[in-house]
């Protein structure tokens, strides 16, 4: 059974210019990458939980913000790792420069034996649609093409 994560696609309209929220990975791995780096806020769940609910838990762990309102279901996406990505759409408005991420540890530098603490997330920020394709990995771009076509019906 492949992985599973649970995610959030926070999107705002400003100025009639629809603006998804994302998140920069923290840690040495990711430092210097930017296009094609970021992610919506996600995170792996068990399968005897609430996907919606990891989904929110999530999101407050990488961003220390809770998101509320009325989420829509969008299709499932699978990364090349082949993990299958559940994500639900809410539109909100959170400050992206007080965000407040988890961290995690690694051996760092590898096979110094000496371990290091990273943030989870490093950076997060409000991109338009366009800007958005660009810096989120390419497997999560349908998610934002999905919201799109949602919203643009409605």
Same mark, same amino acid.
């Given at each position: 059974m492949p992985k599973q994560s649970a995610g959030i696609l926070l999107y705002r309209n400003i100025n009639s210019q629809l603006e998804v929220f994302l998140v920069h990975p923290g840690g040495p791995f990711f430092k210097n990458k930017d296009a094609g780096a =970021?992610?919506? /806020?996600?995170? #792996?769940? &068990?399968?005897? #939980?609430?996907? &919606? %609910?990891?989904?929110?838990?999530?999101? &407050? !762990? !990488?961003? @220390? %913000? %809770? +998101? #509320? @309102?009325?989420?829509?279901?969008?299709?499932?996406?699978?990364?090349?790792? @082949?993990? *299958? +990505?559940?994500? =639900?759409?809410? #539109? @909100?408005? *959170?400050?992206?420069?007080?965000? +407040?991420?988890?961290?995690? !540890?690694?051996? =760092?530098? /590898?096979r110094s034996g000496k371990m290091a603490s990273f943030p989870e997330v490093d950076r997060a920020g409000w991109f338009g649609v366009d800007e958005a394709c660009v810096k989120l990995n390419i497997a999560q771009v349908g998610l934002i093409e999905e919201l799109s076509s949602i919203l643009n019906s409605a």
């Open positions: =970021w992610s919506i /806020p996600k995170g #792996e769940f &068990l399968d005897d #939980e609430d996907p &919606l %609910q990891a989904a929110k838990r999530e999101f &407050l !762990e !990488e961003t @220390g %913000q %809770q +998101v #509320e @309102g009325d989420f829509i279901k969008l299709s499932p996406i699978k990364l090349k790792s @082949g993990k *299958i +990505v559940h994500a =639900w759409a809410v #539109e @909100g408005d *959170i400050d992206d420069n007080i965000i +407040v991420s988890n961290t995690f !540890e690694i051996e =760092w530098p /590898p």
